[in-house]
């Protein structure tokens, strides 16, 4: 069997915890005579090794439409990956990104193929347009996509106060797309953010209905998938992990003391 992973970006670009992740679960299944390769967005087509695994990089676009943006993506990425990322002809291709790189025009193709496709739903953007989760920044979100909560969110996130970012999410798409015509910078885009908002919603919802199994690294993602109509029956839940080695066990005096547990990462809100 051959697996195509497709994260974001890979190595030696630098890399976050999706990459690292890929890193790991390509050694695991390599290990277990499963063929593995790597596909990631890049400025320009390339196709190099990272540890024995071939990595072929899908040109993309450097100048997108905000409805590209927000909508089904960029289509020099989606041709790019086609002619050149499916060229070890993998039996199942695994996503592990959402993005305008990595697509509904991309999922597309891959349906069009045959590929049978997974995805695993790694970080909030998949389903939040301000990324983080966060209602206005302050408490968690139950993640449901809506139109007028996540226009008012993403506008505050751009820097907008709440009062004006609720007005501006207000105004129906069908009078604020001419309105935003006739104005310029943060105008425009607060114009039309209610109608990009429900373009994002509406392909994030087709691309989670299209991929045919989708893998919930967390309670909190398989609960997100649920409130968005995602069947129960295409989730599975798998907890993020890293492979580790047994070690024999140290023989440590018992400090006389309450244990205390360090964390490494990174110090951001989402976290």
């Known amino acids: 069997m051959k697996i195509l992973h497709v994260p974001y970006c890979y190595f030696p670009d630098p890399a976050g915890g999706t990459e690292i992740y890929v890193q790991a679960l ?25 540890e024995g695994v071939t990595v072929r990089r899908f040109a993309t676009s450097a100048d997108l439409s905000r409805e590209e943006l927000y909508g089904d993506g960029d289509p020099v990425a989606a041709h790019s990956f086609a002619a050149t990322s499916l060229a070890g002809n993998p039996d199942l291709v695994h996503l592990h990104a959402y993005t305008p790189a990595v697509s509904n025009r991309l999922l597309g193709g891959l349906r069009a193929s045959g590929k049978p496709v997974v995805f695993t739903f790694h970080s909030p953007t998949v389903t939040c347009a301000r990324g983080d989760l966060l209602f206005f920044g302050e408490r968690v979100c139950e993640g449901r996509m809506l139109g007028y909560e996540c226009s008012a969110c993403k506008l505050h996130s751009l820097g907008l106060n709440a009062d004006v970012s609720k007005a501006l999410a207000s105004i129906p798409a069908g009078i604020s797309t001419p309105l935003a015509a006739f104005s310029e910078g943060k105008l425009t885009t607060g114009f039309a953010m209610r109608r990009l908002i429900e373009r994002r919603n509406r392909a994030a919802a087709a691309f989670l209905s299209e991929v045919q199994q989708i893998i919930a690294v967390s309670d909190w993602v398989r609960e997100v998938l649920i409130r968005n109509n995602v069947p129960l029956a295409k989730i599975t839940l798998v907890r993020h992990g890293l492979p580790h080695r047994r070690e024999a066990a140290s023989c440590l005096p018992l400090p006389d003391r309450p244990l205390r547990l360090v964390f490494l990462g990174r110090l951001d809100k989402t976290k």
């Open 26 to 50: 390509a050694r695991e299944q390599r290990s277990r005579g499963i063929e593995v390769e790597i596909a990631a967005p890049a400025a320009s087509e390339s196709t190099y090794d990272v």
